[in-house]
């Protein structure tokens, strides 16, 4: 059990349900929009998404370890270090989290190829790119997570918004429609921001290790306003998919998830602590999961009622 623990720990298994709402969001839209569900394959699809997300977590801590970041981040007293911390403190060698690495990824290429069988070859199309986006998010020679040009938010916003609800979709249906990127806008944005937020906890040491984030690019007030205006885009596109049909009415009450969140905005200045950018990763974690959860019980209720 202490093994079992301790893996999820370094996994960060803790933020799981930012890849398994999106998911059960595209298998609610399926069963909406055809009257069609699939347990084993939405089962499977789980599983996999769980898995690549846990790979995700574990590459780029491997990669900002031999890149020097966490080594950065540990001598700058500003910092609050957001890695799993098992390989700065020598919980476990390099070679040990390499493995439990490539073990989540191989678990998530037998649900890939698997889902692909059953579903259609196209499903791998959705799982290459996701797998793409996770290793290249740090890894060399692309390592667009440091370019600072937005590549990272938009690898996100596809990570866990548009390839997990589309995919989910897919697995279920055969299909996509476009309506169903539009149900995946409000939770990619939402879960963008988590990823967002979390880089002003680290930014100096970020800067100093060349780790180009928006937040260095922009400056620390510039990236804070930007940061608003994703708030207000991801519930914009939340009444635009009810506008134009993709969600029922009653989506929007998904919108008093935003007030608890803009909330956490007040009395922030300009240039503020580390410690002071904690609540926006909670509160971007907390909106993305109630929002997500209640546009899937406005498809289901949609269903059952139509």
């Known amino acids: 059990m202490e093994q079992v623990r301790l893996f999820l720990r370094a996994s960060r298994f803790y933020v799981i349900p930012v890849i398994l709402v ?23 699809t789980l599983i996999g998404a769980a898995a690549a997300h846990l ?12 890149n020097g970041v966490d080594d950065t981040a540990k001598e ?10 098992f390989l700065t403190q020598g919980i476990y060698s390099e070679k040990k989290f ?6 989540m990824f191989y ?16 499903v791998l199309l959705f ?36 390839i997990p609800v589309m995919g989910s979709y897919f697995v279920q249906t055969g299909g996509v429609t476009w309506d169903t990127f539009l149900i995946s806008c409000p939770i990619g944005i939402l879960t963008t921001l988590i990823l967002f937020n979390h880089h002003f906890l680290h930014w ?17 007030s510039r990236a804070l306003r930007f940061s608003l205006i994703l ?23 998904a919108m008093i998830t935003a007030v608890p969140f803009l909330n956490k905005y007040k009395g922030l200045q300009p240039v503020n602590p580390s410690e002071a950018y904690l609540p926006l990763m909670k509160g971007a974690l907390d909106a993305a999961m109630q929002c997500g959860a209640i546009m899937m019980a406005a498809l289901l209720i949609q269903a059952w009622l139509s």
Do not use: C, Q
């Not at 100096?204 to 690019?217: F, H, I, P, S």
């Open 127 to 162: 799982a290459v790119a996701g797998a793409l986006i996770a290793y290249f998010y740090v890894a060399p020679p692309i390592k667009f997570g440091y370019r600072g040009k937005g590549y990272s938010e938009i690898g996100i916003f596809l990570a866990f918004g548009a």
């Open 107 to 122: 678990i998530a290429l037998v649900s890939g190829i698997w889902l692909a069988a059953v579903s259609g070859i196209e």
């Open 55 to 66: 790979f995700s977590n574990m590459v780029n801590d491997l990669w900002d370890f031999r």
């Open 231 to 253: 708030v207000y885009s991801a519930y914009i596109t939340l009444l635009i998919g009810v506008l134009l049909g993709a969600l029922p009415w009653y989506a929007l009450a």
């Open 98 to 103: 390499a493995f439990y690495t490539w073990a």
């Open 22 to 44: 999106p998911v059960l969001l595209g298998a609610a839209s399926a069963y909406k929009t055809t009257g069609e569900f699939h347990p084993l394959l939405l089962l499977i």
């Open 76 to 85: 700058t007293a500003s910092a609050i270090s957001t890695n799993s911390g």
């Open 204 to 220: 100096r040491a970020d800067e100093k290790a060349g780790k180009r984030t928006l937040v260095v690019v922009w400056g620390e």
